[in-house]
Structure formats: C-alpha cells, structure tokens
C-alpha cells in the first residue's frame, strides 16, 4: 500500500465518521459544526478526484455559506423553544438507514457504470476553442449549459426573497439585524480590518482565472460574500437596508445581463444563449463579473436574514 492510497482511505473512513457523528448529534450547533467540517473534508476528496472547481464550490458554498445559514436558523430557532426535547433515537436510526440506503445508491451507480463510461467530455473538448475558453467546467456551465446557469442565479434570488418574506410586516425593506451571531470581539475586528483587502483580490482572481483554470463567478462570489460578511459582523460597516436600490441593482444586475446576452444570441446567433463566433470569450467574461457581484450580495443578505428593524430616514 502506497502513501496515496493510504492517505484516501483514512480520508474516506474519516468522512464517514465524522457524517455518522453529524447524524448522532443531540445538538443542533454541534451537529451544524460538524457538517462544516464534513463539507472541508468533502472539499478534499473531490481535489483528490482532480474535480478543483467542483471542490472550491463544496469548500465555499456546501462548508462555508450553508453552514452559516444553518446556523443562524439554529439559534433563531433556539430562541423560540423553552425545553428543546433531543432527538429519538428512532428518528436517528432511521435518518441514519436513509443516508446509507442512499450512499449505498450511489456507489452502485458509479461501481457499476460500463467501462468505459460513458461521457460528452471529449466532444466538449473538441469544441471547447469556439468559446475562447481555457477551462472546460467553464465552457460546460456558459455554453452547453448556459440555462441551467441562469437558473441557478435565479433560484439564489428566490431564496433571499423567501428569507425576506420572513419578516415583520414593519419591519419590511428594514435593516437585517444579524443578531443571531456573537458580538464582535477585538480579535474578530483586527481580521476584518485586514482580511478584506486581500479576500477581495482573491475573490477577483477566482474570477477572472475561471475562463482558463479552477474557478468561477460563484467562487469568486463566495470569497467576495465572506470578506462582506466579515466587516459587517465585528460591527465595522452596517447592514444594507434591503430597500436600497444600489443593493436591489447588485442582486439583479447579473442575472438581467445574462438573460439580456442570452436574447441578444437570436439577434446574432439565431438561438438563445448562443454567442457570435469570436465574442463568446467577452460576452462570458462580461456576464460572469457581474453574476460574481450578484451572488456575492445575495449570499451576503442570505446569510444576514430577515430585515428586523425599519430603516431610519
């Protein structure tokens, strides 16, 4: 048994564990924890499959964002049960039978796949030039697969407005409050005065490096978002009421320019979402920065919940 070997199964036997004990967890915080955890781990299997943009978006939006978010719905949760009750036992087994009959699924399907395995990656190689791009993932999400992209924007937009709609009626188009989280401390505003600036390059490179290598607007828009939240969590910035236009701009303006490049392709390429030869690099590049702005404020607002108190004038 080589080093390689060794080091993937300890990896995949830790995973394993550690999804046991996220599933065992009396506490809704200490299994929240651990899914964090188990969401990094996860981070590195699919670095060890060489899938790097599949593992930066586990590591920023399935460890990192959703974590948060399963957080904050904790404690605002805990806030409204007086004497929580723990979990049965049955419910775990059973949850526990769930996720094994499930995984079990899964491995059947890939340890069964014919060999070869059947796959459109060498045509999407061999056509990948026509996009100028560099990075197949990419040349997959903006030109085969343009309107699952879209969507995926739109969906983000439809769970921030159902976070909204969560609010006070008097409170709505108000401040979300981010209560739910620990008050800043001296520590937590020394690293949010100095991680930003570096974070924002980050999350611009991810960006821009997404064309030719691992990376994308939703990578760079997590960085973007956790650099946001950072300031706004040791209290160094306050949160955007959601009424603002700027901010009701920011979360549509990627979504808007994409669907407008997507018309534009009947104009110029007969088909919607279809880009002119020589101008899909630039129509791509274009729509992926703005569709970076906007999911880094919409996993911000996201993250931030419900406005809480109304806006002062």
Same mark, same amino acid.
């Given at each position: 048994?080589?080093?390689?070997?060794?080091?993937?199964?300890?990896?995949?036997?830790?995973?394993?564990?550690?999804?046991?004990?996220?599933?065992?967890? /009396?506490? !809704?915080?200490?299994?929240?924890?651990?899914?964090?955890?188990? *969401?990094?781990?996860?981070?590195?299997?699919?670095?060890?499959?060489?899938?790097?943009?599949?593992?930066?978006?586990?590591?920023?939006?399935?460890?990192?964002?959703?974590?948060?978010?399963?957080? *904050?719905?904790?404690?605002?949760?805990?806030?409204?049960?007086?004497?929580?009750?723990?979990?049965?036992?049955?419910?775990?087994?059973?949850?526990?039978?769930?996720?094994?009959?499930?995984?079990?699924?899964?491995?059947?399907?890939?340890?069964?796949?014919?060999?070869?395995?059947?796959?459109?990656?060498?045509?999407?190689?061999? !056509?990948?030039?026509?996009?100028?791009?560099?990075?197949?993932?990419?040349?997959?999400?903006?030109? @085969? /697969?343009?309107?699952?992209?879209?969507?995926?924007?739109?969906?983000?937009?439809?769970?921030?407005?159902?976070?909204?709609?969560?609010? /006070?009626?008097?409170?709505?188009?108000?401040?979300?409050?981010?209560?739910? @989280?620990?008050?800043?401390?001296?520590?937590?505003?020394?690293?949010?005065?100095?991680?930003?600036?570096?974070?924002?390059?980050?999350?611009? @490179?991810?960006?821009?490096?997404?064309?030719?290598?691992?990376? =994308?607007?939703?990578? =760079?828009?997590?960085?973007?978002?956790?650099?946001?939240?950072?300031?706004?969590?040791?209290?160094?910035?306050?949160?955007?009421?959601?009424?603002?236009?700027?901010?009701?701009?920011?979360?549509?303006? =990627?979504?808007?320019?994409?669907?407008?490049?997507?018309?534009?392709?009947?104009?110029?390429?007969?088909?919607?979402?279809?880009?002119?030869?020589? @101008?899909?690099?630039?129509?791509?590049?274009?729509?992926?920065?703005?569709?970076?702005?906007?999911?880094?404020?919409?996993?911000?607002?996201?993250?931030?919940?419900?406005?809480?108190?109304?806006?002062?004038?």
């Amino acid at each position: 048994m080589n080093v390689a070997l060794a080091f993937d199964l300890g990896l995949a036997a830790l995973l394993v564990a550690i999804a046991g004990w996220t599933i065992a967890a /009396r506490a !809704n915080i200490g299994a929240i924890v651990l899914f964090m955890v188990d *969401g990094l781990l996860l981070a590195i299997v699919w670095v060890r499959l060489s899938a790097v943009d599949v593992a930066l978006t586990e590591a920023a939006i399935g460890g990192g964002v959703t974590s948060m978010l399963l957080l *904050g719905a904790a404690t605002r949760l805990k806030d409204t049960e007086s004497n929580p009750e723990p979990a049965k036992l049955t419910l775990l087994l059973t949850a526990g039978a769930l996720c094994a009959l499930v995984s079990a699924g899964l491995a059947a399907v890939v340890f069964f796949l014919p060999d070869p395995a059947p796959t459109l990656a060498p045509v999407a190689m061999a !056509n990948l030039a026509e996009t100028g791009l560099g990075n197949p993932v990419a040349g997959v999400l903006f030109a @085969y /697969r343009a309107l699952d992209t879209l969507l995926e924007k739109v969906v983000l937009l439809l769970a921030l407005v159902g976070v909204w709609s969560l609010a /006070r009626d008097e409170a709505w188009g108000g401040v979300p409050g981010l209560r739910v @989280y620990a008050r800043p401390n001296t520590i937590l505003v020394f690293l949010a005065q100095l991680l930003p600036p570096i974070g924002i390059m980050v999350g611009i @490179y991810m960006f821009w490096a997404g064309a030719s290598q691992p990376g =994308g607007a939703f990578q =760079g828009g997590t960085v973007l978002a956790a650099m946001w939240l950072l300031v706004l969590l040791a209290r160094l910035q306050q949160v955007p009421a959601i009424s603002l236009p700027w901010v009701r701009l920011l979360l549509v303006i =990627g979504p808007v320019l994409f669907v407008a490049i997507g018309f534009l392709g009947f104009l110029v390429a007969d088909a919607f979402l279809a880009y002119p030869p020589g @101008y899909a690099k630039p129509l791509i590049v274009i729509a992926e920065a703005t569709l970076t702005l906007s999911i880094g404020v919409t996993l911000g607002l996201l993250v931030a919940g419900p406005p809480e108190t109304r806006l002062q004038q």
